[in-house]
Each structure stands twice: as C-alpha cells, then as structure tokens.
C-alpha cells in the first residue's frame, strides 16, 4: 500500500437531544434540511458527551460541563445554547424535604446531564449550605424510596411536574438566576477543534442553518408545540408557555453565565481551569 495515503471522511456527524427544549431548532432542521452527508445521531444529552468525547460525533448540543471536562477538545458554536433566564422548568431537583433538611440524606441524580448534577451540587452546597450523599441513576416511576430527592431533567422533570408526587419542587434556573442574577447556560453546540480546522467551511454552513432552523422555529412555536405537547403529555398551551422560557441564543450574558459556573465548577476541582477563557467558534461575515 503506498506510503500516506488517507481515505478522506466527508460529510458531519451531528449530535442532537430530542426533547421538547430543543424541539424550535430540531423539528424544523428535520423537516427542512435535506443533506445526506449531515448524519444526525440522536440520544440522551449523556451519551452524546460521550460520542463526541469518543470522536464519534463532529458536532453535538451537549452539556456545558462536557466543554469544561475537555476544553483543549471542543470549540462552542457562537450565539447558539439551550439556557434559560429564570425558571427553567424542566431542571428540577424534586425532594420530600426542604431543600435545607437535605444535609446527609441520599439525592438520586439523573445520570443523563453531568450540568445539571453539577449544578446541584453547587445549589445544594454552595448556596443552602448542606452536604447531601448522592447517587446517580435512572429517574423513572420504579425508583426507589430511599433517596429524599430527586434531580430530573427534559421530559422526564416535566412528567414528574405533572404528577405531584414530591412535595417540594426547585426549579435550578431559578435557583441560579436568584443567587447569581445571571441566566443559566444549559447545554452547548459544540464543535471538535479538529472539525473545525479540517472543515471551516462546511462547518458555518451548518452553523448557518442551525441560526435559519432557529429562526423559523421561533415564528413556528405554537404550531411546534402542537407536533410535540403529546410526548409528555401536556397541553399545547402549557408546552408553549414552556418553550416561551427557553432561549437559544448565547449573548453576552449568557457567556457571563458560563463563565461563572465554571468559575464554580474550577474552585470545585469539577472542571479543567483550561475551560476559562472560553473558546467561541464565530461564524464568517
């Protein structure tokens, strides 16, 4: 065989969580965008960290904290996140106590979001004051009873809103904008640095299309809505309201945000220092 010959890979590999938080993005990039060579994966926001870690994956929405774990590996595409400033309403840390009654009590962590068990943690500890035990598992109607709390995230924190079964019901983007003022940044569209040197090109026309399906989606909400609600279920009309609180975008305030969490997560020996000054893919003029 002669000496350096490469078969070149072509196209990308795209790494998507369907759940209804992302649904003004993705249900329009599914119904619209038509290119063969973008191969979309979709999976849970854990098992998409892992894919793109792997180098499985070139691009994925996947949760800040995986940018903080290996920042040498990943850029953030600009002005693209899924955050919220306030309640989130769909993080939610779901006790039989209160929050300050969870000092050594056992917290089920979802083990679908690194983030938002980070965040909890910071919430827990940093914020109330309390050192609960955690484990990390499966959050389903099967769990068992030992654990005081519960974290959920996505469709699953929405169905255990709407079944009431825990007395106490902390929303984490509410928790963070009280204490920090600031939105929380809860997932990322990251792109691996070898992409984004190998394939500068392709890669903003992708960025550009996440921007457009964005666009539309915003103008779409209500008819999205309808398309996903029944998942759940919920109503169009609770599931609008939903979706009317999660934003898209990653603006200054946002990068702020991010870059106090990992000021937190940094402090905690949680995430690489290297995650600070955060790396921004810009799309070309």
């Known amino acids: 065989m002669p000496e350096n010959t490469q078969i070149e890979r072509t196209g990308c590999r795209i790494g998507m969580v369907n759940y209804i938080n992302t649904a003004p993005i993705y249900e329009v990039w599914k119904e619209t965008v038509r290119r063969q060579e973008w191969r979309v994966h979709e999976d849970a926001p854990a098992a998409l960290c892992r894919m793109l870690a792997a180098g499985e994956l070139d691009i994925g929405v996947v949760s800040?904290?995986?940018?903080?774990?290996?920042?040498?590996?990943?850029?953030?595409?600009?002005?693209?996140?899924?955050?919220?400033?306030?309640?989130?309403?769909?993080?939610?840390l779901f006790s039989r106590v209160p929050m300050e009654a969870l000092d050594g009590r056992l917290v089920l962590l979802s083990n679908q979001s690194k983030t938002s068990a980070a965040l909890v943690r910071v919430a827990l500890e940093e914020f109330a004051g309390v050192r609960p035990h955690y484990m990390t598992g499966e959050v389903n109607g099967r769990s068992g009873?030992?654990?005081?709390?519960?974290?959920?995230?996505?469709?699953?924190?929405?169905?255990?809103?709407?079944?009431?079964?825990?007395?106490?019901?902390?929303?984490?983007?509410?928790?963070?904008?009280?204490?920090?003022?600031?939105?929380?940044?809860?997932?990322?569209?990251?792109?691996?640095?070898?992409?984004?040197?190998?394939?500068?090109?392709?890669l903003a026309e992708i960025h550009r299309e996440f921007l457009r399906c964005r666009a539309r989606g915003r103008e779409e909400m209500y008819l999205i809505c309808s398309r996903v609600a029944p998942r759940i279920p919920m109503a169009c009309e609770d599931?609008?309201?939903?979706?009317?609180?999660?934003?898209?975008?990653?603006?200054?305030?946002?990068?702020?945000?991010?870059?106090?969490f990992f000021g937190y997560l940094i402090a905690r020996g949680e995430c690489s220092p290297a995650a600070l000054p955060l790396k921004i893919q810009h799309l070309p003029a």
């Open 64 to 92: 800040c904290y995986e940018y903080g774990e290996r920042p040498e590996d990943y850029r953030i595409m600009e002005d693209l996140s899924i955050s919220a400033n306030g309640p989130v309403g769909s993080v939610f």
């Open 145 to 202: 009873r030992d654990q005081q709390a519960v974290l959920a995230i996505g469709d699953d924190a929405l169905r255990l809103v709407r079944e009431g079964r825990y007395p106490h019901c902390y929303d984490l983007g509410e928790i963070w904008k009280r204490e920090t003022g600031l939105p929380f940044v809860f997932a990322v569209f990251a792109v691996r640095e070898e992409y984004c040197r190998q394939h500068p090109a392709e």
């Open 239 to 260: 599931c609008y309201a939903y979706l009317r609180a999660i934003e898209h975008d990653l603006g200054a305030e946002k990068r702020l945000a991010l870059e106090k």
